[in-house]
T-cell receptor, first 113, second 113 residues
């Protein structure tokens, strides 16, 4: 089955710096890709979903890159601020209707003032 | 207001007992899911239901039984509890379809002593 490896497990940056998180996946049939943010004790909040036909997506303060050739999904938070401190999870999903997401292990991001 | 309500938010159980985790969604979605998050493993897909029918089951143990009494309900019954069952259980829902975005509840944190 699908396996998703996420790096790094922990990341500490200064306010204003960029934070870069990467996931690699194994299943070439993976078609939908997601980034979730989880604050302590809270639920998962969707940051962005990416379809395999799109390689670059920009959100508010972050960019998501998809490299299908390398089976790599990346999240780059630009100009991070303390409010970005949270756990971030990538998730991948095949082109089927089971709703099954395979998650990475997560990255705990700390943004220091 | 949360649109996916999970009850209870926290619960403690003794080994061998049985518990039911409640999930109700008010998003009008036709698909519902259970995921588990523990200290040892990342978010794991457990079950998916669509129109109250089981679509996918990735849980090896029959001790975990989803129950759907209504379209917007998907409870999770766990019997013969073990300490390894200690985790936060997240309910999710989506409007279905291969592009359906999953919305997560706030989780039920189960501790088995």
């Amino acid at each position: 089955g699908e396996q998703v490896e996420q790096r790094p497990p922990h990341l500490s940056v200064r306010e204003g710096d960029s934070a870069f998180i990467t996931c690699t996946y194994t299943d070439p049939n993976s078609y939908y890709f997601f980034w979730y943010k989880q604050e302590p004790g809270a639920s998962l909040q969707l940051l962005m979903k990416v379809f395999s036909s799109t390689e670059i997506n920009e959100g508010q303060g972050f960019t998501v890159l998809l490299n299908k050739k390398d089976k790599r999904l990346s999240l780059n938070l630009t100009a991070a601020h303390p409010g970005d401190s949270a756990a971030y999870f990538c998730a991948v999903r095949p082109n089927t209707n089971t709703g099954k997401l395979t998650f990475g292990d997560g990255t705990v991001l700390t943004v220091k003032p | 207001d949360p649109k996916i309500i999970q009850k209870p938010k926290y619960l403690v159980a003794v080994t061998g007992s049985e518990k039911i985790l409640i999930c109700e969604q008010y998003l009008g979605h036709n698909a519902m899911y259970w995921y588990r998050q523990s200290a040892k493993k990342p978010l794991e897909f457990m079950f998916s239901y669509s129109y109250q029918k089981l679509m996918d089951n990735q849980t090896a143990s029959s001790r975990f039984q989803p129950q759907s009494s209504k379209k917007n309900h998907l409870d999770l019954q766990i019997t013969a509890l073990k300490p390894d069952d200690s985790a936060t259980y997240f309910c999710a829902s989506s409007s279905g379809g291969v592009t359906g975005q999953l919305y997560f509840g706030e989780g039920s944190k189960l501790t088995v002593l």
